[in-house]
């Protein structure tokens, strides 16, 4: 069976083409290289002794997108994660984030809506819940007021998927919305690769580790927390990745209630910076050089998932703890730069 990964070059895109390989689907990649490399390709081959065909175009390319379909009309199943996903970006350019993570959902979509049937996976995220009311997190937890227009771009195109799958009830559709995604798959051939100075927390912890970064700034230690510091649900991508196969297969095996459903993505535990500092410290064996600073504008306090759902409808688990998240974060880092 054959699916279609867009951004499968990418950090979370490329862990689940491997997880995919290994259930035995046939897979085909669009990526426009923008935030990631050709050479993951051969990383994936390494991993599973197969390479996965490769398109290289951009997906805002309308014309590209209905040609590549007319080519691969055996594509089963789509999971969507090309997308631009930088906050702070996002805010000085929210054009560039609405036309990029909209209009190529909207493309793809055009193309399943008349499949016979056509099964759809979407990466979306939990900043959709903003600063949720109660924790953890439920998926029944309110949708709040983007923060940043990438946010916005994730609660527009849940709209999107939601309304095209009431009129075409040949498209099933499932929207993954992922807590922090992190660490590296356990062969350190392939892991998270951000461009310039790392936005989020554990690429910036191994860069200072590893000597690239001078020190790492803690945002803030006056929230209401065990000790002042954020908490976040640190999720590994490995286990990331394979939810994103366990929900393909309940489309295509027709397990689904409705076509259009939402599964939140965490371990269900919530760490603060701090205590990811002491984990990394840990596993590491290294003192970690960091400072408290300012909070960072537009940080929550707290998120954390409910897995419930996940659990039990879905039959999926993250298998992975923090330390073994940072653990192969590490490995990573260590093998890119060492
Ligand atoms: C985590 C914590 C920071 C960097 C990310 C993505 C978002 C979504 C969810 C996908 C916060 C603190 C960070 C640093 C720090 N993912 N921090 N010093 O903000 O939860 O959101 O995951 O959709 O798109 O951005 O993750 O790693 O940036 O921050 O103290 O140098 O670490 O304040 O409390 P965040 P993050």
């Known amino acids: 069976m054959k699916i279609l990964v867009t951004g499968g070059l990418g950090f979370i895109g490329s862990h689940t083409v491997v997880e995919l390989q290994n259930k035995g689907y046939d897979v085909v990649i669009i990526d426009n290289c923008s935030n990631s490399s050709p050479d993951v390709l051969n990383r994936i081959q390494s991993i599973t002794g197969k390479e996965p065909v490769f398109e290289q175009f951009d997906l805002r390319e309308k014309n590209k997108v209905q040609d590549f379909f007319k080519r691969h009309d055996d594509i089963i199943g789509v999971i969507h994660f090309a997308a631009s996903k930088a906050v702070g970006e996002s805010v000085e350019k929210p054009l560039l984030y609405y036309e990029n993570n909209l209009s190529t959902l909207v493309y793809i979509l055009q193309q399943l809506e008349n499949k016979t049937s056509a099964s759809f996976i979407f990466s979306s995220s939990c900043t959709v819940y903003g600063q949720a009311d109660e924790l953890p ?6 949708v709040k007021i983007a923060e940043s227009p990438y946010g916005n771009t994730k609660q527009i195109g849940e709209e999107i998927i939601r309304d095209t799958c009431k009129i ?3 498209l099933k559709a499932i929207a993954l919305r992922y807590f922090n995604p992190t660490g590296a798959h356990p062969s350190a051939e392939i892991g998270e690769l951000p461009i310039g100075v790392p936005q989020n927390l554990i690429p910036f912890i191994t860069q200072t580790a590893i000597g690239l970064r001078e020190q790492l700034s803690v945002f803030g230690d006056d929230y209401p927390t065990s000790d002042g510091t954020c908490i976040r ?3 590994h991508v490995v ?6 196969v366990v929900a393909l297969q309940r489309l295509i095996e027709d397990k689904n209630t409705t076509n259009y459903e939402v599964f939140n993505v965490g371990t269900g535990t919530g760490s603060t910076v701090l205590e990811v500092i002491q984990s990394f410290e840990k596993v590491s064996g290294q003192k970690l050089n960091y400072k408290i600073v300012g909070r960072r504008e537009g940080d929550i306090t707290a998120a954390y998932a409910d897995t419930t759902k996940a659990n039990t409808e879905l039959g999926w688990k993250a298998n992975n703890n923090l330390d073994d998240s940072l653990s192969s974060a590490w490995k990573w880092e260590q093998k890119v730069r060492g």
């Open 137 to 142: 997190i439920t998926e029944n937890a309110p």
């Open 168 to 170: 075409s009830p040949n």
């Open 233 to 235: 649900d640190y999720i």
């Open 239 to 244: 286990d990331l990745a394979k939810a994103h």
